[in-house]
Every structure is written in C-alpha cells, then in structure tokens.
C-alpha cells in the first residue's frame, strides 16, 4: 500500500522566492495534517483539514503561509515570500478516521537561503 | 509554551543496556502516543494508551501511562542498535471519538544504541 507522498523530497531556494510543498493521503483517509519540525520547536502543527476543508489553522505561523485541499487526494502548503526562518522539515500526515493513528510522510527538507 | 516536555533529550548507551524516557505535561490528555523516527522519514506509530495507569508492552518495549493521564514513560530492555531514533511522545487533544482531534508533539529523546 502506498503511504503519504510528499514532493518534493529536498529544496533550496533564495529567501523571497515562493514554496510549494505537496502532499498526497493515503486513499481513503478523510484528515490531512500539515508540520514543520525544527530542533529548537520540535514538531509543531500547522493546519488540519477534515474532508478537505481546513479545521484548525492556528498554527500557520502568518500571512505568509497558505494551504489547501482542492480534492480528497492532493493538498499544498505554500510559503510566499519564502524567509530563512522558515527553514525546517515540514511533514504531511493522513488519518481515515478520528479515532485513528496518523500516518506521516517521509517529510520535504526545506531549506532558504 | 511547550506542553509536553521529554527527558531526557539525548541518550547514547551500549547494546544490551536497559533505558527509561519520560514525557512530562501539567495537562491532562485525552490519549497519549508514542513515535519513534528515523533520519529522513516521518514518525512511525508504535503505540496509543488511553486509560490512566495503563500499561501497553511491544516486544521490548514497555509503555505506562500516568494515572492522572499528564505523563507517560517508555521503558526499553536490552536495548539494541535497532532500537536508535527520535522517540517523540504526542498528547492527544479533543476527544477520541468527536469530531476534533489533533496531537501536540514533544521535542522527543534522541537514542543512539551502540553495538
């Protein structure tokens, strides 16, 4: 079975520049939670969609930062413009149902320069 | 404001030495899971405890949740090169069954298992 998907894997840019970060579910997972991992904060929420419509935005750390769920299959986290504080590891899981484990991807390694 | 705080952050021991880590909060958690992660990969599930006092065993791994549901401990026996990660603990927010759910992460105890 494939797992989360996310693209791409690695990525280096210059600060000012725009950043999207994909991600695919696992099929049939109806919750998709976006992350950013850093060593000084760890991992931390961003946003969490439930049937593709976001939930919990409170951790998107500003204007900045967008996401969207256009289907069931596919969401994007986007940085515009980009900074070298935002840096970081950023993690995409899927969940079928509430009461259900969250599953990760292997992560898209951000780096601004 | 970290809510969970684990301990401790790094570990570095020998091939068939036993190990504890904790993961500490003042608030009470309706679940608590354990992950462990490995260098370029996301975390990976190794358990869920839900009740307070609850004690869950994986093979060598042993997992106790406090009775007030604010902390839990993951023991490791003979532990094994294998065994090497980020061990990060989650506290899970909004009811198990409501239509709410998330977890807070802690920053995780890094292990390293030498042969």
């Known amino acids: 079975d494939a797992g989360v998907i996310q693209s791409p894997r690695h990525e280096v840019t210059e600060m000012g520049q725009e950043v999207t970060l994909r991600c695919k579910p696992i099929s049939g997972h109806n919750s998709l939670f976006w992350y950013r991992q850093t060593m000084m904060r760890g991992l931390e929420l961003l946003i969490y969609?439930?049937?593709?419509?976001?939930?919990?935005d409170s951790g998107m750390p500003e204007d900045r930062f967008s996401a969207k769920m256009p289907n069931a299959s596919f969401s994007t986290l986007k940085i515009q413009p980009s900074e070298p504080r935002d840096s970081a590891v950023y993690f995409c899981?899927?969940?079928?149902?509430?009461?259900?484990?969250?599953?990760f991807g292997d992560g898209t390694r951000l780096s601004i320069l | 404001t970290q809510l969970l705080e684990q301990s401790p952050q790094f570990l570095s021991i020998q091939e068939g030495e036993n190990l504890t880590v904790y993961c500490n909060s003042s608030?009470?958690?309706?679940?608590l899971q354990w992950y462990r992660q490995e260098p370029g990969e996301g975390p990976v599930l190794l358990v869920t405890v839900v009740t307070g006092g609850e004690v869950k065993k994986l093979k060598r791994l042993t997992f106790q949740f406090g009775d007030a549901r604010k902390d839990s401990s993951l023991h490791i026996t003979a532990a094994q090169p294998g065994d090497t990660g980020l061990y990060l603990c989650a506290g899970g927010l909004g009811g198990m069954n409501s239509g709410y759910s998330t977890l807070t992460f802690g920053k995780g105890t890094m292990l390293l298992v030498s042969p």
């Open positions: 608030s009470v958690f309706s679940s």
């Open positions: 969609f439930n049937n593709n419509v976001p939930i919990d």
């Open positions: 899981a899927s969940r079928a149902q509430t009461a259900q484990p969250q599953h």
